[in-house]
């Protein structure tokens, strides 16, 4: 199921471009497309370069 996540926050990504898109046309508004799109692409990338690594014990 982990391995699902990552393309999951990059279809979301898509979508919010396209509706960011749909925003620059101003048939949605910017305000709610912009904040969408700057958290879907964080997200993404996050989500592809957070890896589960073993530290070593914490002492």
């Known amino acids: 199921m ?3 996540i990552p393309f999951g926050f990059l279809i979301i990504t898509i979508v919010s471009f ?6 620059l ?5 910017l305000y ?3 904040p969408l799109l700057f958290f879907s692409i964080y997200f ?3 989500s592809f370069t957070h890896r589960r690594v ?3 014990r914490m002492r």
């Open 44 to 46: 993404t990338i996050f």
């Open 18 to 23: 396209f509706l960011n898109i749909l925003g």
């Open 54 to 56: 073993y530290r070593g």
């Open 32 to 34: 709610f497309t912009l």
């Open 2 to 4: 982990r391995e699902f």
């Open 25 to 29: 046309m101003q048939l949605m508004p």
